[in-house]
């Protein structure tokens, strides 16, 4: 099982940005992919970005295209989501996962992690 854990959470204002990270460890030669959710007051978890972690191939929810960029660090074992031009609608909790490229943008059924909270005031 690979565990991780989020940082780099913050306060900012809108147009502002955050770059959060994700350490991995334990059995990261299970981890095919690596995706970022969030988790918006009063709602459900949404997925935001997925990078394939040999490939490098990504994938963004349209809300977040343009704003957002996803990348790792093979030799950190860490995974990162750069938020440009951040708006009062990121605010949420954002956490990370890791699993198979097919399979990543799946919401339910995960065991999530504490998150980092990013709030972004108007």
Not at 2 to 11: A, D, F, I, P, T
Not at 30 to 57: C, L, N, Y
Not at 87 to 107: F, L, N
Request: glycine residues 14%.
């Amino acid at each position: 099982q690979v565990q991780l854990v989020e940082s780099g959470g913050g306060l900012v204002q809108a147009g502002g940005s955050l770059t959060l990270s994700c350490a991995t460890s334990g059995r990261t030669f299970s981890r095919d992919a690596m995706g970022w959710f969030r988790q918006a007051p009063g709602k459900e978890h949404e997925f935001v970005a997925a990078i394939g972690w040999s490939t490098g191939t990504t994938y963004y929810v349209d809300s977040v295209k343009g704003r957002f960029t996803i990348s790792r660090d093979n030799a950190k074992n860490t995974g990162y989501l750069q938020m440009n031009s951040l708006k009062p609608e990121d605010t949420a909790v954002y956490y990370c996962a890791a699993g198979a490229w097919y399979d990543i943008a799946r919401v339910t059924g995960r065991n999530w992690g504490q998150g980092t909270q990013v709030t972004v005031s108007s």
